[in-house]
DNA sequence: CACCTTATTCGATGTTCGTAGAACATCGAA
DNA sequence: TTCGATGTTCTACGAACATCGAATAAGGTG
């Protein structure tokens, strides 16, 4: 992402912006993967899609306040904006991850190269 | 909408289909007005768009298990099915509804001629 | 420096969505 | 039956979106 790395003010974005990105049965299946608050990098997550389009639906996720990028060399690394979803939309996020036949796309982890 | 007034099992609808029909700035508007359990009538929504576009989103909110739709006569009347919502996904509208700053489009009620 | 890895961006393509107007179907009332 | 009100459906179109592959940029490593 690099230059236009912009992570909106949550206070800024509508909620319509975040329930459309939610809508997305990849991103879904992303925020599910990262719900635990693990920090993971690009290339961890096992997706069925290339890797543009990968690149493109954590873009996505990123300008609509969802998650937030934080770039290490080449590597980029992202992460659920839990706490500062919680105070935007109480509830949200929970309510989301509870329920059950979401039709998310199961996203995996890749064993990744540890970089010693 | 008659004929194919399709009304789904809550429990076959994917959490992305309620969360892409919740996701519309008119259509949360929508939902807002209706989340007072109040049965109503379409003539009294308030909206912003053509009568065709009204419907059109109608059959969306219907289609994604949100509404309800009863016709009686001519007259079509609306309500959130706010029980099963609640049972399906457990506090998702509650924590939808409370959000401020939701990007989501007024919709208001027109007085209706009553129909004595 | 050459080269590999990682992620972004660009161009192209096909799909879905939101919108409106016109035509159609229904029902109730005059 | 004719008229008016109410919704639905059809058709169309531009905008937005999802997707991919290729090209590009930037960091490491040898």
Known sequence: MAKDAQHPDLDEVPLTTVLAALSDPLRLGLVRLLSDGVERQWG?????????TLSHHLKVLRSSGITRTREE??????HLRLDE?????????????AAEGHGATTVGVKPQRQPA
Chains 1, 2 share one sequence.
Request: a positive charge.
């Open 44 to 52: 961890e997550l096992d997706t069925p899609v290339a890797k543009s």
């Open 73 to 78: 060399g080449t590597r980029c690394y992202v």
């Open 85 to 97: 979803l919680e105070r935007r939309f109480p509830g949200l996020l929970g309510s989301v991850l």
